[in-house]
């Protein structure tokens, strides 16, 4: 989800609580950015902001972003239709700390 978007200067801005800077956040805004232009958006720029480490990231799309994050949305779609890419949800106490624990308990 956007932090916060700014349509009149086209950026968007992404909070990391985090105290260490990563390349998952870069991708994870590269990836708003995509869908931005995918709507029409031209030329929208990220700023990664990182309170903690008092540091802020400018991430821009690149024609190579622009080829690559389609081709891993149709990766990531065909192995979401193959229906066995997901390993089974392994119930440990540290899941309620993990990224991926509302995907893992939806329908519980
Ligand atoms: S919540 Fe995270 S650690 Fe737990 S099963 Fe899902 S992916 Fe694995």
């Known amino acids: 989800m956007l932090s916060f978007y700014d349509p009149q200067r086209k950026v968007?801005?992404?909070l990391k609580k985090s105290n260490k800077m990563e390349a998952s956040n870069v991708a994870q805004v590269k990836y708003y950015l995509w869908?931005?232009?995918?709507?029409?958006?031209?030329g929208p720029t990220a700023i990664l902001e990182y309170?903690?480490?008092r540091q802020t990231q400018t991430v821009?799309?690149?024609?190579?972003d622009?080829?690559?994050i389609p081709e891993e949305l149709a990766a990531l779609r065909a192995l979401l239709a193959d229906?066995?890419?997901?390993?089974?949800?392994?119930?440990?106490p540290f899941c309620q700390q993990c990224a991926y624990y509302e995907?893992?308990?939806?329908a519980e």
């Open 66 to 68: 622009r080829a690559r």
């Open 60 to 64: 821009e799309l690149s024609d190579e």
């Open 51 to 53: 309170p903690k480490l």
């Open 83 to 92: 229906g066995t890419a997901c390993p089974p949800v392994i119930n440990k």
């Open 35 to 42: 869908l931005l232009e995918e709507h029409g958006v031209a």
């Open 103 to 106: 995907f893992c308990y939806v």
């Open 12 to 14: 968007v801005h992404e």
